[in-house]
């Protein structure tokens, strides 16, 4: 499975919760929002200067955002194998993992690890 890169989404999803826009988080850390939207989408990954930037403007430290793409990228390989251990295309497993929030990956392995 090609490594997907977690750090981008999961920054979108904090900066959602804390109702930060895209455009307000583009500001706070000095970089486009086309930039900003295209490192959220994992299509880039941001260098440790600006993961530094991120993880201020989050209220978050720089090394919780690396654990957070770590931990992220195991719940994304375990519920790619098994959706696809279910019969699922790997390909299709792949796109519903990048589509839904990680609450819900999580909450969905759950359920297909544990029902």
Same mark, same amino acid.
């Given at each position: 499975?090609?490594?997907?890169?977690?750090?981008?989404?999961?920054?979108?999803?904090?900066?959602?919760?804390?109702?930060?826009?895209?455009?307000?988080?583009?500001?706070?850390?000095?970089?486009?929002? /086309?930039? &900003?939207?295209?490192?959220? +989408?994992?299509?880039? @990954?941001?260098?440790?200067? %600006?993961?530094?930037? !991120? #993880?201020? *403007?989050?209220?978050?430290?720089? /090394?919780? &955002?690396?654990?957070?793409? +770590?931990?992220?990228? @195991?719940?994304?390989?375990? %519920?790619?194998?098994? !959706? #696809?251990? *279910?019969?699922?295309?790997?390909? /299709?497993?792949?796109?519903?993992?990048?589509?839904?929030?990680?609450?819900?990956?999580?909450? %969905?392995?759950?359920? !297909?690890?544990?029902?």
């Amino acid at each position: 499975m090609p490594k997907d890169n977690a750090f981008g989404p999961r920054v979108r999803e904090l900066r959602q919760e804390r109702g930060i826009t895209l455009d307000e988080m583009a500001v706070a850390v000095g970089i486009s929002a /086309s930039h &900003l939207s295209r490192m959220e +989408r994992g299509m880039s @990954a941001p260098s440790f200067m %600006l993961a530094s930037r !991120l #993880a201020a *403007a989050l209220g978050v430290r720089p /090394s919780e &955002l690396a654990t957070i793409q +770590r931990d992220q990228g @195991a719940v994304n390989h375990e %519920l790619v194998a098994t !959706l #696809a251990e *279910a019969g699922m295309e790997l390909a /299709s497993a792949m796109e519903i993992t990048r589509k839904i929030s990680t609450t819900a990956r999580r909450a %969905l392995l759950d359920v !297909l690890t544990k029902g």
